[in-house]
């Protein structure tokens, strides 16, 4: 009997496996990789399933910068944080909806683990000390060299395979096989020629991300971006929540997502929001501010779609693409043509054929805001924010969706749990699949709450499924 191709759960009772581990983990991103290298240290024989030719995932799409407090490498760079501020960050924009357990569980170990990371597999990861993202009451983004999470997959890649742990490619899991209690046995995988396999498990971790690629269920869970443009990974079709909801295994927060309201448009490049905060602004195409751009830029996804044509523009200037550039989004958003920049705001305005004066006005209007360290009608305080000087710079933005925050409910060793709030034997989540520290709405979501709880709850899920996997009579 072949898989089919929707997300399924079934008895395991007379169905036979083609192979067996400990632990299997479906998703080769970086919770699922995390999860995979920290089993396989406890002991534990892990495969990796994973649906594309060669992981990728969302993680190689992000920035791949992760939040920490208490780190050593914020030590060595010299900048004082606490688990409790970074805590209180996540708590305050999400408007107190995270589950605070939760909050408090991820923030202790993503030191931990980053700094695991660096030791045991080479990760060679380093705070962003000249600026402060929206929100965060520290400077405690981490990321690799190139501050690109292709780079982050790669070295997560070379890790797995330097641990001798097998990632299956080209398997996508279908089925999940579940026993009379409720464990599941093992899990259907189907072929891009059709063939199919089953593999058998002692525990299983998803860490198959979200539902942004599924149009119906964003529909469903999202309304307000389902004409967006989703910026994420297309093979994050949600089976984590189907798969769930067919276990009884509960689900929080689904309407919760991290927009952008900054990718370049069209050429579909992400423009890093230091060119908002470090003192630039949007304007429509009639060249007027429509919000206060300091809130975060997840909520300005759908205040850029509500403007004309969904489309906006971000303008700052030389200094701040000079910021901005230490990001290779940036920089190939450079080599596109994406970036326009003029030694005159009249220049930069007819390159971007606003309304003449519009821009010009507007910006007057920015600077006195800056001269005055006033708060402007959209409630962003300017005080302490540099001016503008030539040359300047703007780029055509839209809004999209990056990725979902809602999901399976888990508990502080990232076991899944039923609607009655008991573990699920032998089930865990971590990253995107598990519900994330964001609540129910995008302006909930924090910078870097997604790689937060890719590599927090992916290391907790490690140790737990290796642990599950190892018990006697597992
Ligand atoms: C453009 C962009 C920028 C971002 N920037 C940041 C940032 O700087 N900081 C931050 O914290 N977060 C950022 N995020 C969010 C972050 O990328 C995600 O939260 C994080 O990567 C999720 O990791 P994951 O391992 O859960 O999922 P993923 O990395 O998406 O990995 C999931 C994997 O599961 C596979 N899969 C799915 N279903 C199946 C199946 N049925 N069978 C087999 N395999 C399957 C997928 O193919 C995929 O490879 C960004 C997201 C985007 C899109």
Redesign the pocket.
Known sequence: MGEKMA?AVALSSGVSFDAACDVLV???????LIAALRAAEAGADVLV????AV?????A??????PAAQTRFQREAGIADSKADFAADIMAKSHGEADRATVDRVVDVAGTALEWLADNHGLGFSVIDNFTYPGHSARRMHGLPSRS?AELMDRLRVAVETAGIVIVNH????TLYKDDSGRIAGVGVLRPDGGSDRIGCKALVL???GYGGNRALVAAEIPEMAGALY???P???G?AVLWGRALGAASRHLSGH?GHGSVAHPHGI?ITWATITEGGFQVNLDGNRFANEALGYSESAATVIAQREALAWTVFDARIAAIARQFEDFRQAEAAGAVLVADSLGELSARMRLPAGALEETAAGVAQFKRDGATDAFGRNWAGSAPLAAPFAAVKVTGAL??TQGGLVVDGAARVLSDDGAPLPNLLA????ACGVSGAQASGYL??????T?VALGFIAGATSAEVALRPGA
């Not at 479906?26 to 699922?32: C, D, E």
């Not at 398997?171 to 279908?174: L, M, R």
């Not at 910078?447 to 937060?452: K, V």
């Open positions: 997300a479906i998703g080769a991103g970086a919770a699922g399933l994973e649906r594309d992981p990728r995932g969302s993680t799409l992000s920035a791949g910068l992760v999470g398997a996508t899991a279908t860490a198959c991300n910026f994420g990974h093979g994050n079709q089976d991290q992400l990056f990725h971590a990253g995107g699949a910078s870097g709450n997604g790689l937060l890719a």
